[in-house]
């Protein structure tokens, strides 16, 4: 049983910067692969980043490569999701979510979600 919660959504000007982090109760959260999806109204949940359970393998979406770096503390059971060069397009509901694979991220079947965090981007 994991629970995870997202915190540091806010708005924020485009070409502004937000970090956003992911707490996960529990001991075992270096079990899991970690990762960040995104939802906006009118689309599908997207997937966004991955990072593997060591912290020692990521995945973009192209849409946000080159602009956010995910990475992992799991000394403290913590996930965090920088973002920079922020567009109005990256506005959107950002889930926290786990996955016992990172493949899981790959094909949208993950095990854990948070409950969301909104970021807005206004241009």
């Known amino acids: 049983q994991v629970q995870l919660v997202e915190s540091g959504g806010e708005l924020v000007q485009a070409g502004g910067s937000l970090r956003l982090s992911c707490e996960a109760s529990?001991?075992?959260?270096?079990?899991?692969?970690m990762g960040w999806y995104r939802q906006s109204p009118g689309k599908e949940r997207e997937f966004v980043a991955a990072?593997?359970?060591?912290?020692?393998?990521?995945y973009y979406a192209d849409s946000v490569k080159g602009r956010f770096t995910i990475s992992r503390d799991n000394s403290k059971n913590t996930m965090i999701l920088q973002m920079n060069n922020l567009k109005p397009t990256d506005t959107a509901v950002y889930y926290c979510?786990?996955?016992?694979?990172?493949?899981?991220?790959?094909?949208?079947?993950?095990?854990?979600w948070g409950q969301g965090t909104q970021v807005t981007v206004s241009s």
């Open positions: 529990g001991h075992t959260f270096s079990s899991y692969a």
């Open positions: 990072i593997s359970m060591g912290g020692s393998n990521t």
């Open positions: 979510a786990a996955s016992g694979r990172l493949l899981g991220f790959l094909g949208g079947d993950l095990d854990y």
